[in-house]
């Protein structure tokens, strides 16, 4: 019976899905495990088999799965009153939302504004920097400053803003007025120390500002750490270095703070309490509802909103805006789970494991075909080499990962693949007891692959 459920739905997929990032060559044959159930930290999939969800679905599963608060929640906010059209009517929920996050982000980053989700969120970001210079009256103030690497969504424009390269062909992807820096990554550093590093990524900043023109210059839209791009954490002080030169020039900071906000870094937002920043405006999703329904939004900087409100809204309408804007039963779930965060002292909690995580992972740097592992908070990767000393991972580095990938799923841990990396960012909840079975299982998966790659143990390769 499971059996035929099981076949069914991947006919189906097979059949009908048009799945993101899918390889057109494989349309309608390849396959993808079905998952049945979740508790916890873990899914089920076909047959009763229980994986830990390393990448907490993707990157969103803050607080786990069956969590019964939020589910009562949403049935409630369903029953009571599903859909309010955001343009007429107010609702309690996003009301409360709003109060509630404008609470926990830094600053004066008090005024909110809900979207669907991610991409969503940075593209009305990016809209608001347009709107924010026209009625300035500075309408050549335009360009959008980005890195490689860094991933910002799929509408036309935050795919334009994305770094991500490889996602770029056979798109039309409109950069006219988009220029990227390069990628904070430290593997790129070559024989410089960190700290000439970040002195050439600072000036680079300040070489493409004067070239062209601060004044027409919107914004800076950077993630904290840039997470699909490959979970890259930028050498120390690099926000606030770029931070200081936005404000020299009056361009917006716009913390794309998708990944690394509600609790994933150990704090509610990363870009004050980690990274020593306040940005113009945070963009969050994902874990704001744990990923049990969609919902984004962006915090935008009351000192930024009053230059152009008020007595300085010139007649200006911000005519941005979604049918689920201020959705209340996705509002209803954020609240939930913030709530429940906040009882279970999940972020805390997160905060906690954070240095036991990072050590976990990096005791996996003994074992060869690990070039390196990095963490943040429960952000945190292990990049998979046959030669470590190259700065990226080619081809066959990209194949030797996918296999332990593999592996470590037919052990019971799912891993998110990105290239040379694996990547893991459990839910919030996780123990040292649950890391220390994550970490098993990938030990074990590196090593058999490795050793069916003919690579030594690191010792033997050292007398
Ligand atoms: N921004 C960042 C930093 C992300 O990582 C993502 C998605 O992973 C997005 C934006 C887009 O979010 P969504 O997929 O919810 O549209």
């Given at each position: 019976m499971a059996e035929n459920r099981t076949g069914d739905v991947e006919a189906a997929v097979r059949e009908h899905i048009l799945l993101p990032a899918q390889e057109m060559a494989k349309l309608g044959k390849a396959t993808q495990p079905v998952l049945t159930h979740a508790e916890g930290i873990y899914v089920f999939a076909e047959g009763g088999r229980r994986l830990i969800d390393g990448p907490a679905?993707?990157?969103?599963?803050?607080?786990?799965?069956?969590?019964?608060?939020?589910?009562?929640?949403?049935?409630?906010?369903?029953?009571?009153?599903?859909?309010?059209?955001?343009?007429?009517?107010?609702?309690?929920?996003?009301?409360?939302?709003?109060?509630?996050?404008?609470?926990?982000?830094?600053?004066?980053?008090?005024?909110?504004f809900f979207t669907t989700g991610g991409s969503t969120a940075v593209d009305s970001a990016l809209r608001f920097s347009e709107f924010f210079n026209n009625v300035l009256g500075r309408p050549q103030k335009k360009r959008i400053i980005v890195r490689y690497d860094g991933y910002h969504g799929s509408t036309a424009l935050t795919a334009a803003c994305t770094g991500r390269t490889g996602n770029w062909p056979n798109f039309d992807i409109h950069q006219d007025r988009i220029s990227f820096l390069s990628s904070p990554n430290l593997r790129h550093a070559g024989n410089r120390s960190a700290e000439q590093f970040l002195d050439d990524l600072v000036k680079e900043f300040e070489d493409q500002i004067e070239a062209l023109g601060a004044d027409t210059i919107a914004a800076f839209l950077a993630e904290p750490i840039l997470a699909s791009g490959g979970v890259i954490?930028?050498?120390?002080?690099?926000?606030?270095?770029?931070?200081?030169?936005?404000?020299?020039?009056?361009?917006?900071?716009i913390s794309d703070e998708v990944v690394t906000g509600f609790g994933r870094c150990g704090e509610w937002f990363a870009s004050e309490k980690v990274f020593g920043i306040v940005p113009d405006i945070i963009t969050f999703a994902k874990g704001v509802t744990s990923?049990?329904?969609?919902?984004?939004?962006?915090?935008?900087?009351?000192?930024?909103?009053?230059?152009?409100?008020?007595?300085?809204?010139?007649?200006?309408?911000?005519?941005?805006?979604?049918?689920?804007?201020?959705?209340?039963?996705?509002?209803?779930?954020?609240?939930?789970?913030?709530?429940?965060?906040?009882?279970?002292?999940?972020?805390?909690?997160?905060?906690?494991?954070?240095?036991?995580?990072?050590?976990?992972?990096?005791?996996?740097?003994?074992?060869?075909?690990?070039?390196?592992?990095?963490?943040?908070?429960?952000?945190?990767?292990?990049?998979?080499?046959?030669?470590?000393?190259?700065?990226?991972?080619?081809?066959?580095?990209?194949?030797?990962?996918?296999?332990?990938?593999?592996?470590?799923?037919?052990?019971?841990?799912i891993v998110r693949p990105l290239g040379d990396l694996c990547v893991i960012s459990p839910p919030l909840i996780i123990t040292r007891a649950q890391i220390d079975d994550m970490i098993a299982i990938m030990r074990q998966a590196i090593s058999e692959v490795g050793a069916a790659h003919g690579l030594q143990m690191k010792e033997q390769v050292d007398v």
């Open positions: 679905g993707m990157w969103c599963a803050q607080v786990g799965y069956g969590r019964k608060e939020i589910v009562d929640a949403i049935a409630h906010q369903a029953m009571v009153l599903p859909y309010a059209s955001p343009w007429y009517m107010a609702t309690s929920p996003a009301a409360k939302l709003a109060r509630k996050i404008a609470s926990l982000t830094p600053g004066d980053l008090n005024r909110i954490i930028p050498p120390k002080g690099y926000h606030a270095r770029f931070k200081a030169i936005c404000e020299r020039h009056d361009i917006l900071y990923g049990y329904v969609p919902l984004g939004g962006l915090a935008i900087s009351e000192k930024v909103l009053a230059r152009i409100s008020g007595e300085n809204a010139k007649g200006s309408w911000f005519t941005n805006g979604y049918t689920y804007s201020n959705q209340p039963v996705a509002c209803a779930a954020a609240l939930a789970n913030i709530e429940l965060m906040e009882r279970d002292g999940i972020v805390d909690h997160a905060r906690e494991m954070a240095d036991y995580f990072a050590a976990a992972l990096a005791s996996l740097t003994d074992l060869p075909g690990v070039a390196e592992t990095r963490a943040v908070g429960l952000v945190g990767c292990v990049q998979c080499m046959l030669d470590p000393t190259r700065p990226d991972g080619n081809d066959d580095d990209k194949a030797f990962t996918r296999k332990i990938d593999e592996r470590c799923f037919e052990l019971g841990l």
